[in-house]
């Protein structure tokens, strides 16, 4: 199943149609889903489930230039990790 766009409900196809239909793989957007959040009153369960959402490539592009959300970036090490 493809969710849509959290932001602007734009239905969204699969990228790969021959997938499994349990599979939430969207073509132009990027699914993001989390374990919980410490601090959050909605989700944050320690049973491995987890909470997955979609936003189109649109919603993702206009949230990046208006500062929304951070653009893309390599995350740096820590010294005395790995």
């Known amino acids: 199943m493809i969710l849509p766009c959290i932001r602007c409900d734009a239905e969204l196809k699969p990228a790969l149609p021959d997938l499994d239909d349990a599979e939430n793989q969207?073509?132009?957007g990027c699914c993001f889903w989390t374990s919980g959040h410490y601090g959050t009153a909605?989700?944050?369960h320690a049973?491995?489930?987890?909470?997955?959402?979609?936003?189109?490539?649109?919603?993702?592009?206009?949230?990046?230039?208006?500062g929304v959300?951070?653009?893309?970036?390599?995350p740096k090490r820590?010294?005395?990790?790995g």
């Not at 049973?47 to 208006?66: F, H, P, Q, T, W």
């Not at 959300?69 to 390599?74: K, L, V, Y």
């Not at 820590?78 to 990790?81: F, N, T, Y």
């Open 26 to 28: 969207p073509m132009n």
């Open 69 to 74: 959300a951070a653009p893309p970036s390599t």
């Open 47 to 66: 049973d491995g489930s987890r909470l997955e959402i979609n936003v189109c490539d649109k919603c993702l592009e206009k949230a990046i230039r208006d």
């Open 78 to 81: 820590s010294e005395g990790h």
């Open 42 to 44: 909605v989700f944050d």
